[in-house]
């Protein structure tokens, strides 16, 4: 890594970090009224997407951190389940100003954080108490029927935490469980921003963050077709979208926090069963 750039990347990240956290405490203050039982669930919805472009316009000026969308025509106008790759805080927020009225499964503890918690009950988002196991998945799917027969999409990360870029796949059940249940299609969605926004450390990097909306999946297939198909889209385009963000890390004289090998699509634990 050369060192002014390596000096300029540590200067706008501690810049950018307390900014992130002032600009979150700001909107959560000033924002409670919009939990007031009379104020609708769209106007606190515009608000969270507002924050979302917010956030990432300040990641954009002093980070030199952009967003790229691809493909955003694939994602359908009615009910469907948005299936996300999950590689950094980032995708919980600034991909959400592109849909019309998501729903995402989150983590049921997240409730209990003050005031984001009633903000995330004002959402109507979907919380999943993992540690209940199969009951957890059957209240999941309750309450995301609930929010499909409303139009809304149900945004799920399939492999249920934040996976480094180029880490082999993990998906979990839950989603195989929504496809069975709600009957609508899946719009499969990668990404690389883990490239950008890397797990367990506060350096953001400048480049091009990309999110690819891929080819809906219908309703109605086999579990095993349905996993096979939905795995090797997302982790084919999110392997390219990861190589792509390397050499435009490499092209800035950075090295990028995730170094993984070209690798082909890995061999996920659902196809090998």
């Not at 316009?57 to 967003?67: A, F, P, S």
């Not at 100003?97 to 988002?125: H, N, Q």
């Not at 090797?232 to 435009?248: D, H, N, P, V, Y």
């Amino acid at each position: 890594m050369r060192a002014p750039a390596k000096a300029l990347l540590f200067f706008r990240s501690a810049l950018f970090v307390p900014i992130l956290y002032l600009t979150w405490a700001v909107f959560l203050i000033l924002g409670s009224w919009l939990l007031l039982p009379v104020v609708p669930r769209r106007w606190a919805m515009a608000a969270l997407k507002l924050h979302g472009d917010v956030t990432q316009g300040l990641l954009r000026v002093i980070c030199g951190t952009k967003m790229e969308v691809r493909g955003r025509e694939k994602l359908l106008p009615g009910p469907c389940i948005v299936a996300a790759k999950h590689q950094a805080t980032w995708d919980t927020f600034a991909p959400l100003s592109l849909m019309r009225d998501p729903a995402l499964v989150m983590k049921a503890e997240l409730l209990s954080i003050p005031l984001y918690g009633r903000f995330c009950r004002k959402f109507e988002l979907i919380p999943i108490q993992r540690e209940l196991g199969p009951a957890a998945l059957r209240q999941m799917v309750r309450e995301a029927r609930s929010r499909a027969a409303e139009g809304r999409e149900i945004v799920i990360f399939p492999e249920g935490t934040r996976a480094e870029p180029g880490a082999a796949p993990d998906y979990k059940p839950g989603i195989i469980f929504l496809y069975q249940d709600l009957k609508v299609p899946v719009c499969p969605m990668a990404l690389n921003s883990g490239m950008f926004w890397p797990r367990h450390s506060f350096l953001r990097y400048p480049g091009t963050i990309v999110v690819e909306f891929l080819d809906p999946i219908p309703p109605g297939l086999p579990k095993q077709e349905f996993m096979q198909r939905l795995e090797t889209e997302i982790e084919t385009a999110s392997e390219r979208l990861r190589l792509e963000a390397r050499r435009e890390l490499e092209a800035l004289g950075l090295e990028p926090a995730i170094d993984a090998p070209p690798l082909a699509v890995k061999e996920s634990r659902t196809v090998r069963e």
